[in-house]
């Protein structure tokens, strides 16, 4: 978190630095955009990932500025400035202050190598080369083992560093190299098919063949699925078949997985197997660790007699926390008011030097620590206090907090430690007045700073195993919790026993409450311990990179698609398609494939869930077609079988435009256009994409006629490479303008018909001034991707396509009274010249 913050500050410090150098006045409403945390969160993601890297290697700002990345250089800098201010020091600095403790001191060198008489590292592929610096020096003495896959590295963004087995080779000469060849773990088929597949890889070493004695098992099954959901429908359903007692070769639900590149991928699983009751276990916390829950019980427990320090501690980080997000909105809030007034400043010719010593990296991070480290500074100090006074962590609080001024500490978090010390005080005599536990709980529950959580659902996808194997369940957190309360004085806390409590109490629920913390933690233990056992017969849903090291009897790869695996967008949407970025994308489908023992599935989509036209996978096609499973016969079987042809099953819907004047409307024909505009409308309730966007900057009516253009000339072969089709949009629209009029006709041949459509001039200006634009470009893209796609498969694609805009057309309507902006629409239709009917199939 912190690592995140001190880069966002240093993206903030170059550009402000930028802009000074370039004397740049910033007009007020873009100081808010420019200010604004969001700005910089977006930016700092790609720089994260360039810090890390950089930092993993051991470059210097130097090393940077010698290459000539001047912008590289200064984040790195900023970033090491705030580091060394806060006197905080990240991951890969433990790993170099080490190199530099062992190089300079070597009474701790000779320590060390006392200590360690000889060293074993597996997984050697992900050592990343400051990590192999340090190991370069404990292993002087020369007692050193690695194990390592070079074909299965694939934490580069980590800064695992594939050349590490080459500076091994050079740094201890003497080595011994035992080469692994024989899998023991997979098929023949499958073990085949990924050495294809890796040897694509010119950066490996070349004499490394696996082979295996099993059997060749059954061949590697290809799948091509129309969209997300179907993809779905047919893993759920082959795990049912695999599963059920008829099949041959049954397989138990813990030796399955379905492996994904992006975690995104995974939800869709996760909801379709708890349908259909197939269990599965992901990583996530379980509701009693959820941070909100466990606060709650901290709090109820301090209530307790001979209640430890760690509840009141928990308490205190809880409250506190609050301050520090409070404190940060508020601080961004002030940040922005700060540009606005800087800005006031600057055109009052107030100095820099004012301005400097005003604010400065310093003063905002004075401010910051402040704010984000009070929780645990707090903490911290009461925690000291007790251990010298020897005192409880209670005592202590109550000691700093209840003095009218502190060395230590401001008047406001004086204030704030009093507050907390009044909840808890408050707490403790409603648990003595209180008889009903809910009730108690309910109020504790509304002490919780972070009431909003509350209120969220309890069991999230992100939830643990056992959890998301239950029903869908639609209980807010409290209910949960007030639930479970219920439950145990239902079924564990007998009537007598609570008579009991307020006999021997007199009043108030405590004995209670101390049962039910009991309870739930004997509860919560005995589910961790069955989770493990229970996990053992689930399906395991994951990401590839979680996957390594793990092995199942069968393993679907999910969406193996171009722009998934290989996933070669930077986080600015830059595309990386750098022979090392692909070989690591590579080298992951690599190792996805080898997890399987016996049954391989990959799998990949036609569409997206944005009904964005996807590729398959370019690895697919490495695979040599002997070890795919009717790799032709299943793709003629989809489209002979699976794609309607017919008339009636192809409906398409014609739509007539717009002219320029609404007195001289014509009729004119538009086909799968009015679905791109459709789609592009239905999107922007969901998500944005970039060609969608692209759309959505025209009228719903000139959207059409653009879209048709496109389709247009993206048909003919000279106009295949998307700058081609978009200059090729730009030169038709300045024919077009050259004519002086203020509406004109483009003639659009389409689907073998001759058709003039009606755009005004102020629309092809928009349209042509926009052509360069990314978004212009992603959709030349995708209308080129559709327009490859062969007619009949783009038949079936565009019913269901309708039909699935059709199905939330009818469940927006019968979900709500109101007419949706889309049915005033369409009511409004006829008046606006448009209509829509049937006409005669697509192609
Ligand atoms: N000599 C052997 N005889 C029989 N089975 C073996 C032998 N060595 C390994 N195996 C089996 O092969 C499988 C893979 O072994 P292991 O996990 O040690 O390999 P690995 O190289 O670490 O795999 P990866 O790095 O791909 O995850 C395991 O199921 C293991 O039981």
């Not at 007619?791 to 949706?820: C, D, G, V, W």
């Amino acid at each position: 978190m912190f690592i995140r913050k001190a880069i966002i500050e240093a993206v903030r410090l170059l550009e402000d630095g930028r802009r000074r150098a370039n004397n740049e006045v910033c007009k007020l409403n873009e100081l808010s955009d420019i200010n604004s945390p969001k700005h910089f969160k977006d930016k700092s993601k790609k720089w994260l990932k360039f810090v890390t890297q950089a930092k993993a290697a051991g470059r210097s700002p130097e090393d940077f500025h010698k290459m000539g990345d001047e912008t590289g250089a200064i984040i790195l800098q900023n970033y090491n400035d705030i580091l060394k201010s806060c006197n905080a020091l990240d991951y890969h600095d433990f790993i170099s202050y080490s190199v530099k403790l062992l190089t300079d001191f070597p009474e701790v060198f000779e320590e060390c190598q006392e200590s360690w008489k000889a060293i074993v590292i597996d997984e050697f592929q992900d050592t990343s080369a400051m990590q192999y610096g340090l190991l370069r020096i404990l292993a002087s003495h020369k007692r050193i083992t690695i194990v390592g896959d070079e074909d299965q590295s694939i934490f580069s963004f980590n800064g695992a560093d594939v050349c590490g087995f080459d500076s091994f080779r050079k740094d201890f000469p003497m080595y011994k190299e035992v080469r692994l060849n024989k899998n023991y773990r997979s098929t023949r088929c499958i073990v085949e098919a990924a050495s294809f597949l890796i040897r694509n890889n010119s950066k490996r070493c070349k004499s490394k063949d696996v082979l295996t004695d099993n059997s060749s098992g059954s061949k590697i099954t290809i799948k091509e699925c129309c969209n997300e959901e179907a993809q779905c429908a047919f893993v759920v359903d082959k795990i049912l078949e695999i599963t059920s007692d008829g099949s041959s070769a049954k397989c138990s639900y813990g030796n399955i997985a379905v492996l994904y590149r992006r975690q995104v991928t995974g939800k869709v699983f996760q909801s379709a197997f708890r349908d259909r009751k197939i269990p599965f276990n992901i990583h996530g916390v379980a509701f009693y660790r959820k941070k909100v829950v466990r606060a709650i019980i901290a709090m109820l427990s301090t209530t307790l007699p001979g209640c430890d320090d760690g509840p009141f501690r928990r308490v205190f980080k809880a409250c506190f926390h609050l301050i520090k997000r409070k404190r940060r909105r508020a601080f961004y809030v002030m940040k922005e008011a700060g540009g606005a007034v800087e800005w006031g400043r600057r055109r009052q010719g107030l100095g820099e030097g004012t301005r400097k010593k005003e604010g400065g990296w310093q003063g905002r991070k004075k401010q910051w620590g402040e704010m984000g480290n009070k929780a645990g500074g707090v903490i911290e100090h009461i925690d000291k206090v007790s251990t010298v006074r020897k005192c409880s962590f209670i005592s202590a609080a109550c000691d700093i907090f209840s003095a009218k001024i502190s060395g230590t500490f401001k008047r406001s978090q004086l204030t704030q430690g009093r507050k907390v010390l009044l909840t808890l005080d408050m707490i403790s005599k409603l648990v003595h007045r209180e008889q009903s536990i809910s009730a108690v709980i309910t109020s504790v529950a509304n002490m919780i700073p972070q009431k909003y959580l509350l209120e969220q659902r309890a069991v999230l996808d992100v939830d643990g195993s056992k959890l998301l194997n239950e029903d869908n369940d639609l209980r807010s957190v409290l209910q949960y919790l007030l639930d479970d309360v219920s439950l145990f004085l239902t079924t564990v806390h007998t009537v007598a026993e609570r008579c009991n409590d307020n006999t021997t109490e007199g009043k108030g629920c405590m004995t209670t409450i101390k049962a039910f913390i009991d309870y739930i933690s004997g509860r919560e233990r005995e589910n961790f311990r069955s989770r493990k056992h229970d996990n053992e017969d689930s399906v395991t849903i994951t990401t590839i990179h979680q996957s390594k090291g793990l092995e199942w009897d069968t393993v679907f790869i999910v969406k193996a698609n171009e722009a998934e695996i290989p996933l070669l967008h930077e986080y600015n949407g830059i595309l990386n398609e750098s022979a090392t970025s692909l070989e690591e994308e590579r080298r992951l489908l690599y190792v996805a494939m080898t997890r399987a023992r016996k049954k391989l599935f990959m799998l990949y989509v036609i569409m997206d869930s944005n009904w964005q036209v996807l590729q398959p996978s370019r690895f697919l096609k490495e695979i040599p077609n002997h070890l795919l499973e009717a790799w032709d016969e299943l793709i003629s079987a989809c489209s002979e079988t699976t794609y309607p042809q017919t008339e009636q099953e192809t409906p398409r819907v014609s739509v007539s435009l717009r002219t320029g004047s609404p007195e001289k409307n014509t009729m004119q024909h538009v086909s799968v256009d009015n679905l791109f505009n459709e789609s592009s409308t239905e999107l922007s309730e969901h998500e944005n994409c970039n060609s969608n966007n692209f759309l959505k900057r025209f009228s719903a009516e000139d959207r059409a006629v653009i879209s048709l253009l496109f389709h247009q000339w993206a048909k003919k072969p000279a106009f295949h490479d998307p700058k081609r089709l978009l200059n090729k949009v730009a030169f038709v629209i300045d024919e077009r303008l050259r004519a002086k009029k203020s509406t004109h006709k483009l003639f659009v041949t389409y689907l073998g018909r001759n058709d003039s459509f009606v755009i005004c001039q102020d629309a092809l200006r928009d349209l042509k001034s926009c052509l360069t634009s990314d978004e212009a470009y992603h959709f030349a893209v995708s209308v080129l991707k559709w327009e490859q796609i062969p007619a009949e498969k783009r038949a079936y694609l565009m019913r269901e396509k309708q039909e699935h805009f059709q199905k939330l057309r009818i469940e927006s309507a019968m979900n709500s009274s109101e007419p949706t902006s889309k049915q005033v629409t369409s009511n409004l239709t006829p008046v606006n010249g448009l209509t829509c009917s049937s006409v005669a199939k697509l192609d």
